[in-house]
């Protein structure tokens, strides 16, 4: 049968993005998430474009299981069973002053990162019970450990991310359905790029390997964790981030 994955936050220029490219070049049919329908469906027809694989995109937005439920029977309506489901989307919670945060504004970072993928883990879970297996790979982060300012919520989801996933890996074990993070330090995306020098003088940039992920960087470390290549591996982490975590304080350079 077909091999196919679920990629949520996907849109082009986007870790989520890399991460479907990088199944689709492996063979894998890829399914997209974004909240806008046509970035979904712009990114689904470039991996298209650049892989040969079928893509499709759906507009799909925290927190209506209803709307989780139409994407999966229409996966399985398109003649597939979930093999991989990877929940890179996030709510990043940026500048959430925690003295001040609306109560909202909190829970909705614990409602997307943390109750939304639950939805989403099972409905995906369903559909690999019924194939004899499969994996979720949650995109996690060094922050599920480490604390940075006004990010209380974001902290706490991320920490809340690992031990459902290893609730996970312990429940749906015995459907030989497996459950992994990955935990990037910061990513080069767009907003790195596009503010560089606030980013260069980041201390999370100051790595004992000297630089941050690339978005191929996470996209392989969520092929490893999303394949066969990790078949004996449940409920583990795979820490992306240089070296970033291990250190008590980053070595920042004098000039
Ligand atoms: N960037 C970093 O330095 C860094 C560091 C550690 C961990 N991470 C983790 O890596 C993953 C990717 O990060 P990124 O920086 O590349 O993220 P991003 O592009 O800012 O966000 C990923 C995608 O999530 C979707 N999204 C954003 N807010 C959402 C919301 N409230 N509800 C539903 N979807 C939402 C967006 O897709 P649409 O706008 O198309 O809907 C976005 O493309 C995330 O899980 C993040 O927590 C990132």
Redesign the pocket.
């Given at each position: 049968m077909k091999k196919s994955v679920l990629v949520?936050?996907?849109?082009e220029n986007?870790?989520?993005?890399a991460i479907a490219k990088r199944f689709a070049e492996e063979g894998y049919d890829v399914f997209i998430?974004?909240?806008?329908a046509e970035?979904?469906q712009a990114?689904a027809e470039k991996i298209t474009a650049i892989t040969g694989r079928f893509a499709k995109g759906y507009?799909?937005?925290?927190?209506d299981e209803g709307d989780v439920k139409t994407v999966f029977e229409d996966i399985r309506a398109n003649g597939y069973l979930l093999d991989t489901l990877v929940?890179?989307?996030?709510?990043?919670g940026i500048r959430q002053d925690t003295l001040t945060v609306d109560i909202k504004d909190f829970m909705?970072?614990i409602n997307?990162?943390v109750g939304?993928n639950f939805m989403l883990a099972r409905a995906a879970a369903l559909q690999m019970k019924e194939k004899g297996g499969g994996a979720v790979v949650?995109?996690?982060?060094?922050?599920a450990y480490r604390a940075i300012p006004s990010r209380c919520a974001?902290s706490a989801s991320?920490g809340g991310m690992l031990a459902m996933s290893r609730a996970l890996a312990l429940d749906l074990g015995k459907y030989n359905i497996r459950s992994n993070c990955?935990?990037?330090?910061?990513?080069?995306?767009?907003?790195?790029e596009n503010n560089y020098n606030d980013c260069r003088n980041a201390p999370?940039n100051f790595t004992p390997l000297g630089d941050?992920?690339s978005?191929e960087d996470?996209a392989n470390a969520a092929w490893y964790l999303g394949s066969d290549q990790s078949r004996n591996t449940t409920g583990a982490e795979l820490v992306v981030?240089g070296g970033n975590m291990i250190q008590l304080y980053p070595i920042i350079p004098e000039k």
């Open positions: 949520t936050g996907a849109r986007t870790t989520g993005f998430t974004s909240r806008h970035s979904a990114a507009a799909l937005s925290a927190f929940c890179n989307a996030a709510n990043l909705d970072v997307t990162n939304w949650f995109i996690n982060s060094n922050t974001y991320k990955v935990l990037p330090g910061m990513i080069k995306t767009e907003r790195w999370s941050i992920a978005f996470i981030d």
